[in-house]
T-cell receptor, first 113, second 113 residues
Framework: DSGVTQTPKHLITATGQRVTLRCSPR?????VYWYQQSLDQGLQFLIQYYNGEERAKGNILERFSAQQFPDLHSELNLSSLELGDSALYFCASSVGGISYGYTFGSGTRLTVV | GESVGLHLPTLSVQEGDNSIINCAYSNSASDYFIWYKQESGKGPQFIID?????DKRQGQRVTVLLNKTVKHLSLQIAATQPGDSAVYFC????????????FGTGTRLKVLA
């Protein structure tokens, strides 16, 4: 167990729907990062939050949004889902402020049908 | 289940032999690099890191080499074991103050018995 908890582990939904992925960071970590991993691609950075505030944005679609709550857990909201959104979504956390890399959760596998 | 791309470069190594996995990075401003291991159905796990002021770092059975001149990183695994079978990613920090990492596309390591 890495200490980063992601729920749900699997999600199957239809096109056009909206889903929420949840991440609880490792205890003491202030930063949360979301990554998307598709079959044909590596890990693509989506967005980072640090202590509740958005810190960096990557290739995140406008249909996607995220937030980090006061208890530091984070949610990634995916709306108007398309078949191409099917992927593994990983959350990672770090203490922030120290470039020691981060710890990943086990991911949420999203399948859009 | 399948966690990463079907079209990754693959390195097949006999059990007990040494493995060398290579990675080219893109950002000459990056000053910190990490190798991650991703087993099927799991999130990436930290293996070893190296800072740009070093050219070699050793861990337990693993060594990372950094050549900043040609922006090349390699991971050497000694006496490769079946448990080493996984996809390996290199990651570079983007050095923009966000502690965001840019991941390579990954290499699949297959250990042959």
């Amino acid at each position: 167990d890495s200490g980063v908890t992601q729920t749900p582990k699997h999600l199957i939904t239809a096109t056009g729907q909206r889903v929420t992925l949840r991440c609880s960071p490792r205890s003491g970590d202030l930063s949360v990062y979301w990554y998307q991993q598709s079959l044909d691609q590596g890990l693509q950075f989506l967005i980072q939050y640090y202590n509740g505030e958005e810190r960096a944005k990557g290739n995140i679609l406008e249909r996607f949004s995220a937030q980090q709550f006061p208890d530091l857990h984070s949610e990634l909201n995916l709306s108007s889902l398309e078949l191409g959104d099917s992927a593994l979504y990983f959350c990672a956390s770090s203490v922030g402020g120290i470039s020691y890399g981060y710890t990943f959760g086990s991911g949420t596998r999203l399948t859009v049908v | 289940g399948e966690s990463v791309g079907l079209h990754l470069p693959t390195l097949s190594v006999q059990e007990g032999d040494n493995s060398i996995i290579n990675c080219a990075y893109s950002n000459s401003a990056s000053d910190y690099f990490i190798w991650y291991k991703q087993e099927s159905g799991k999130g990436p796990q930290f293996i070893i890191d190296i800072r740009s002021n070093m050219d070699k770092r050793q861990g337990q059975r693993v060594t990372v080499l950094l050549n900043k001149t040609v922006k090349h990183l390699s991971l050497q695994i000694a006496a490769t074991q079946p448990g080493d079978s996984a996809v390996y990613f290199c990651a570079e920090n983007d050095n923009s103050g966000t502690y965001k990492y840019i991941f390579g596309t990954g290499t699949r390591l297959k250990v042959l018995a």
